[in-house]
């Protein structure tokens, strides 16, 4: 397995300045001069050009995912409350299967370390068992919402139907047949 590079092995707050750095646009250069004046002086253009550039690969394939769920769930007029967790697990078996793929490929050693570990394959199930129980919560928390919008539309419907049939008058069996036909609405 490749050694960590110099930049993987520098403490979090620094590697975060790195990314800082490069979101407000500064270089290369800049970067490895801010390193250079913070003591870091282990660290060559090359080994932070390569970082950048592996960083750089990963936002785009999130950026890609994001938007690749995004037009699935945008098109999908009539999507399902729990479409984006379906649609999360859906990646999350590309991306297992991707990953077995790669593991009959015989230039993918990186690849084959990581599967080498009994507790890949262990953290792989724990995602999709996260993902599962996340989607069965995302249902019961739409469902609830979904039960007390549904309470305050019938409270304001029986407010305003008990104050309008005062002001005209209307009967009280009158009044509970609005309610409960018309509304359902329930004494």
Do not use: C
């Not at 960590?4 to 092995?9: E, G």
């Not at 009994?118 to 019961?140: F, G, M, V």
């Not at 919008?149 to 009967?171: D, F, H, M, P, Y």
């Amino acid at each position: 397995m490749a050694r960590p590079s110099h930049i993987s092995r520098l403490p979090p707050e620094v590697r975060e300045g790195i990314g800082q750095r490069r979101e407000n646009g500064q270089t290369l250069d800049e970067i490895l001069e801010w390193l250079l004046d913070q003591g870091f002086v282990q660290v060559s253009r090359s080994s932070l050009g390569r970082h950048v550039q592996n960083e750089d690969r990963l936002f785009e394939r999130l950026r890609r995912s994001r938007v690749m769920a995004d037009a699935v769930i945008r098109n999908d007029v009539d999507a399902q409350p729990d479409k984006l967790a379906r649609l999360n697990h859906n990646l999350m078996h590309t991306a297992i299967f991707d990953l077995f793929t790669a593991l009959e490929s015989d230039d993918n050693e990186a690849i084959k370390e990581l599967f080498k570990n009994p507790k890949t394959l262990e953290q792989i199930s724990r995602a999709l068992a996260s993902l599962s129980s996340s989607a069965k919560t995302d249902a019961e928390y739409r469902r609830q919402v979904r039960e007390e919008v549904e309470r305050e539309v019938q409270a304001q419907a029986k407010k305003n139907i008990q104050a309008n049939a005062r002001k005209t008058g209307l009967s009280t069996e009158t009044v509970e047949a609005l309610m409960s036909g018309a509304f359902g609405v329930k004494k």
